[in-house]
């Protein structure tokens, strides 16, 4: 018994091989389909109440076999065999080429069959069909792939946008993954948890040496800090990884945030680059570390 699926998949085919083939014998058409003389006969029945929207009589396909021979009529809409679009392809060519920079699989196969489906799409769409997988640093690409293979540490400096910050941290690689940029899911030792950074903002990178894990008691230096950011900040609530978020009742654009803050340092910095938009905080380490911050960075620049 088929499925849905088969039958359906062999209907598509079927149709435009009989209408290549008129006269064609009923068992040899069965062997060529895989299927018996009676699964065939309930397919070429199911013709009957087959074909355009309308329902009238000539709107449906005609088929006959008596004397085991088959003939169809009225298969002009459904006579060609299916072809891809040319966004099917593309899409299906894209996919291809990203399956193919994943660790682990057969490259060549995959290769090979989006090379095929190249050709045939091009073929059949009788235009080119060329899809570009996104950009990336090959080398880049490269090194971080074989840290993946290897579990291998590495050291990155990465851009963060939110706090206009070059960082240095070490991270062990687990994936890549495609998006809008390519994106890499990570165990981010600084901070103690995974982490996905785009491997745009990635400005260099190295080997490293896995650190040694963080005990419980140096990670009791974890707090939650919770602030309220005014309407020209709220826009950072989008970029942090929060507990909470609350706006305004007020209608202000105002919005109350509250998360896990594993570093003094990093809050101390975050609170110099954005002290224009932070109306209230609870952590007031954190503040005397930025004015501390503040005031060594001024003896520097007057030294």
Not at 86 to 102: F, H, P, Q, W
Not at 145 to 159: L, P
Not at 255 to 274: A, E, G, P, T
Request: net charge negative.
């Amino acid at each position: 018994m088929s499925s849905a699926r088969e039958r359906l998949t062999r209907l598509l085919s079927l149709v435009p091989y009989l209408d290549a083939h008129p006269g064609a014998d009923l068992q040899e058409t069965a062997d060529y389909f895989g299927v018996d003389a009676e699964t065939l006969i309930d397919d070429l029945q199911l013709l009957f109440v087959t074909g355009r929207p309308g329902h009238m009589p000539d709107d449906l396909i005609d088929a006959s076999w008596e004397g085991g021979k088959i003939y169809i009529s009225n298969a002009e809409e459904v006579s060609v065999p299916v072809r891809l679009s040319a966004e099917e392809a593309g899409v299906l060519v894209l996919a291809l080429d990203l399956i193919e920079l994943t660790p682990g699989l057969d490259t060549e196969a995959v290769r090979t069959a989006a090379g095929k489906l190249r050709q045939a799409a091009g073929e059949n769409l009788h235009t080119p069909v060329e899809v570009a997988p996104l950009p990336a640093d090959a080398e880049l690409m490269e090194f971080l792939r074989s840290a993946i293979a290897a579990e291998s540490a590495v050291g990155i400096d990465y851009y963060v946008a939110s706090r206009d910050e070059l960082t240095s941290r070490v991270i062990a690689p687990h994936r890549l993954v495609p998006g809008a940029d390519w994106y890499l899911d990570a165990w981010c030792y600084e901070v103690q948890a995974p982490r996905r950074f785009a491997l745009s903002k990635i400005r260099s990178w190295r080997p490293a040496a896995h650190p040694p894990l963080i005990t419980a008691s140096a990670q009791s230096t974890s707090r939650e800090v919770t602030m309220r950011l005014s309407a020209a900040g709220a826009w950072l609530a989008d970029e942090l990884e929060l507990l909470e978020r609350e706006y305004s009742a007020n209608g202000d654009g105002s919005v109350r945030i509250r998360m896990v803050v594993h570093s003094v340092d990093w809050l101390s910095r975050f609170l110099l680059c954005h002290a224009d938009v932070v109306e209230e905080i609870d952590d007031m380490e954190a503040v005397a570390a930025a004015l501390t911050r503040l005031e060594d960075e001024r003896h520097s620049r007057t030294a």
